[in-house]
């Protein structure tokens, strides 16, 4: 999420990851003779090529002092005028902020798909003078009173809201504190933001220093050829001579890496020590985070108080959707269901295997194997049905029936549209057929590149809708897939593909706005507890048996899918998820937990809180609070529930969809989705845009039954 976009909204202290190191003028602005408008092109779009990395800082500088100079005039518009006050302290500002937005939010993007020390080295230097102008503009009083007289104006409902959570923005980060109380609290967030970035450079730095080496082991070959094909090529990256098929292997605690080993390597042992380590991530010598969390949790508590609130729990809820009641209520009745199924899950691996005892390194491997008997369900057999430009094509297609948009590739050669890399499509996004009519665009960075790209997906705006600076939306989306290899296509794992609808829908909340207020088009201005849902929503079709149909398959024979197989994929897609659920409830409770207590030994609340959701005990190491990035260095600090609470609204929604099969029935319901849920972005409350879609609130009946809970 591109910072600036957001205005004010996200200036806390833990949305950023920034490093304190000193800044120096090394070079000579690029931009000192050259206008920004040579950045982009006459579409508007960035052109890459022409953001050199050893002018980074002095660009940005320039920008930043630019941006002072018209702020400090604006402000002087701002005391001295009589009305406009909503046009001066929105639209101008918008305007004045442009430069800094587009130019940052290209750097940003650039850091995460194209990296290297040049980049990175030139981001951080500069990115404590980008946040400290955006801490400081956001406390200015000036604006705050022009805001607040802008709320007495003619407004209508969208400018109120956004209104509304500019001023509350700007009061939590204390534009009304006396002067010695602004200090403080500018002390505490830096404080806060250097301790959220240490904590997730030593988680970083203590998964980095975990490596397990494997030689000569039988056991390897029982893995999947894709596992082999990962650890041989981290081998190869430690400088050893590697093949998947003879090794020698190196297994780490990332993702992917952690995931695949548990699952699927036969012999206890070795698990044991990787889960051991895993669970330790972060908690030991100079890794260690212990001290920090207190810190972190310490600070916030200060900074609640300071701003007039009981603690900071108080603030996160004060700007997301749902009530700390609901919450509880919601949480505590599914777990109440799932404990119990996650227990059954538990004893049937025990039965099913003869197993006295079942070591928490050993369930996620009994589970799988339970699965694999069971189903007769290989994650491998999928693949060969699932090449990434038929889903693509598939989902484009989907797009077209149910919320009628034409999506088209452009040829960036003959366009000249510049691109990162050469695997980067661009696209743009026609309203019905009408290819007069462009609504939006947007790239697609498809395949994973070790070294200078991010791992993960996700969708970031490239451009927002506005009315003021005349701009259609545009949208980066950015996946780590598996590039062609050996002559074969680039080939998807059905959760690659989950993941592919999961960023479109976002980008579809993004590129299908109708509100044209650029504070509140698209994702902007959302409660974060509702931003999931499109998301989400859109995961669902992957098992929609037509749509699903309609794109996988073989990339040999081009034979459809077989019924056999999307039934297995049916039938377990939701197999001995309960103790998912219940970590997540687990992991949301201890969020909200610690932000809400004077805490004196996270270990033991961490005992005391897992006993009475996980439905089997905690390892005596596990410290996992040294490595809970989400809360103590993301922004979902006190809000980790916005998971679940989105995950219930997205299958909610969805549950009207499921069962029609007529085509025209869908469309209705895909217009009415794409009219409400997509189109009024953070122009409307949440809760009411849901409720005119659904006719109703949202209920948890669509999920309980979903996870067999009912
Ligand atoms: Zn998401």
């Not at 981290?234 to 952690?258: C, I, N, Q, R």
């Not at 693509?392 to 452009?410: A, N, P, T």
């Not at 219930?648 to 469309?667: H, R």
Request: aromatic share 12%; charged share 30%.
């Amino acid at each position: 999420m591109n910072i600036f976009v957001l205005f004010f909204l996200f200036f806390t202290a833990e949305s950023f990851n920034f490093n304190n190191s000193k800044c120096y003028l090394k070079n000579k602005s690029s931009l000192i003779n050259m206008n920004l408008k040579n950045l982009r092109d006459k579409n508007g779009l960035p052109k890459f090529s022409l953001f050199k990395y050893n002018t980074i800082e002095d660009d940005t500088k320039l920008i930043i002092n630019d941006l002072k100079k018209d702020f400090k005039k604006l402000e002087e518009k701002m005391e001295n005028t009589k009305s406009n006050f909503y046009e001066i302290s929105i639209y101008e500002r918008e305007k004045i902020f442009y430069p800094i937005e587009f130019y940052w939010g290209v750097i940003s993007h650039l850091t995460s798909v194209k990296n290297n020390n040049e980049l990175r080295t030139a981001h951080e230097n500069v990115m404590p003078e980008v946040i400290k102008i955006g801490n400081d503009l956001s406390q200015s009083k000036i604006l705050y009173n022009c805001l607040k007289k802008a709320s007495k104006e003619n407004l209508n409902s969208i400018q109120k809201r956004i209104i509304k959570k500019e001023l509350k923005g700007m009061e939590l980060n204390g534009v009304n504190l006396e002067d010695n109380k602004k200090e403080e609290f500018r002390e505490i967030s830096l404080r806060l933001a250097n301790l959220s970035n240490k904590y997730r450079n030593n988680v970083l730095d203590s998964v980095n220093n975990y490596k397990m080496i494997i030689k000569d082991d039988k056991n390897m070959l029982k893995m999947p050829e894709y596992s082999l094909e990962l650890y041989s090529e981290k081998a190869k990256t430690e400088g050893f001579k590697s093949t998947p098929k003879k090794g020698p292997w190196v297994v780490t605690l990332d993702g992917p890496s952690l995931y695949s080993f548990m699952t699927k390597y036969p012999e206890s042992d070795k698990r044991k020590d990787l889960y051991k380590a895993s669970i330790k991530r972060a908690s030991e010598k100079k890794y260690d985070n212990t001290e920090l969390v207190y810190e972190i949790l310490k600070l916030n508590q200060k900074l609640s108080e300071l701003l007039g609130y009981k603690n900071y729990v108080d603030i996160s809820l004060s700007q997301k959707m749902a009530t700390e009641s609901k919450i509880y209520k919601l949480l505590n009745k599914i777990s109440k269901k799932s404990k119990k199924k996650g227990i059954e899950d538990y004893e049937e691996i025990k039965s099913y295997f003869g197993l006295k005892d079942l070591n928490s390194w050993d369930v996620a491997y009994y589970s799988e194997k339970l699965k694999e008997d069971k189903f007769e369900f290989k994650e491998e057999d999928v693949k060969p049905y699932l090449v990434y430009e038929n889903v693509l094509e598939g989902l484009f297609k989907l797009s077209k029936k149910i919320f009628d948009i034409s999506i088209v590739e452009v040829n960036t050669d003959k366009e000249k549209i510049d691109l990162w890399n050469e695997d980067v499509k661009y696209f743009r996004v026609y309203d019905g057929s009408d290819s007069k009519n462009e609504i939006a665009s947007f790239y697609l960075d498809p395949y994973i590149r070790p070294g200078e790209k991010k791992g993960g997906a996700w969708m970031d705006d490239c451009v927002g809708k506005s009315k003021y600076l005349n701009n259609k939306p545009v949208a980066y989306l950015t996946l780590n897939g598996t590039p062609p290899l050996n002559g074969k296509p680039s080939l998807m794992t059905f959760s690659d593909v989950e993941t592919l609808f999961h960023e479109f829908g976002h980008g579809l909340q993004h590129m299908l706005t109708e509100v044209d207020e650029s504070a509140a088009a698209g994702i902007n201005n959302i409660e974060w507890d509702a931003v999931e849902l499109p998301s989400q929503f859109m995961e669902n079709w992957c098992y929609h048996k037509k749509t699903l149909m309609s794109f996988a398959k073989h990339y040999q024979t081009n034979k459809t899918m077989p019924d056999d197989l999307y039934n297995k994929i049916m039938s377990q897609k939701t197999f001995h998820k309960a103790n998912q659920i219940n970590r997540q409830i687990y992991f949301s409770m201890i969020d909200l937990y610690v932000y809400q207590n004077d805490i004196d030994d996270i270990y033991n609340v961490q005992k005391k809180i897992s006993d009475k959701y996980l439905a089997y005990p905690i390892d005596k190491e596990d410290r996992f609070l040294c490595s809970f990035e989400h809360i103590f260095s993301g922004g979902y600090s006190a809000g980790y529930y916005s998971y679940k609470w989105a995950e219930i609204m997205s299958l909610d929604a969805f549950s009207v969809f499921e069962n029609v099969e007529d085509d025209k029935e869908l469309k209705n319901l895909g217009m009415k989705f794409r009219k409400t849920i997509l189109a009024k972005g953070g122009g409307t409350d949440p809760l009411k845009v849901y409720k005119e879609f659904m006719g109703r609130e949202p209920n948890s009946d669509a999920f309980m039954k979903h996870y067999g809970l009912i």
